[in-house]
Nanobody, 123 residues
C-alpha cells in the first residue's frame, strides 16, 4: 500500500492543523501517525482501526489530537488543536497488520510507512 501524507505547514502556537493520509488500498488493519522532532527519535502519536474505528493515543497527545478515517476516501486524518512549539516535527503516517493499540508499542516494527509532512509551530 502507498501512503501519501499531506497538510503540514507553519502555524502559530495555539493554532490547529489537519493532516491527511491517503492510502492507495485498504490493505492493513490499523493506520496511524508517528512524529519525529529534530534530534529526537520517532514517537507514536495515534492510531485507528480501519474496520471498527477504535482509536489509541499516546498519553501526551490525548485531548489535543484526534485521529479519524473516511472509509469511502481511504483517507486517515489527524486533527491537531492547541498546537505547541514542541509539536514541531515531521509527521509520518503508517499502516500495520496489527491493532491500533499494538502500533503504539515502543519498538514495534511497522509494516508500511508513508513519507512525512513537516509541521512547524512557532511561539
Amino acid at each position: 500500500v502507498q501512503l501519501q501524507a499531506s497538510g503540514g505547514g507553519l502555524v502559530q502556537a495555539g493554532g490547529s492543523l489537519r493532516l491527511s493520509c491517503a492510502a492507495s488500498a485498504r490493505t492493513f488493519n490499523a493506520y496511524g501517525w508517528f512524529r519525529q522532532a529534530p534530534g529526537k527519535e520517532r514517537e507514536f502519536v495515534a492510531a485507528i482501526s480501519w474496520s471498527g474505528g477504535s482509536t489509541y493515543y499516546a498519553d501526551s497527545m490525548k485531548g489535543r489530537f484526534t485521529i479519524s478515517r473516511d472509509n469511502a476516501k481511504n483517507t486517515m486524518y489527524l486533527q491537531m488543536n492547541s498546537l505547541k512549539p514542541e509539536d514541531t516535527a515531521v509527521y509520518y503516517c503508517a499502516a500495520d497488520r496489527s491493532t491500533a493499540q499494538a502500533m503504539g508499542v515502543p519498538g514495534r516494527r511497522i509494516d508500511s510507512w508513508g513519507q512525512g509532512t513537516l509541521v512547524t509551530v512557532s511561539s
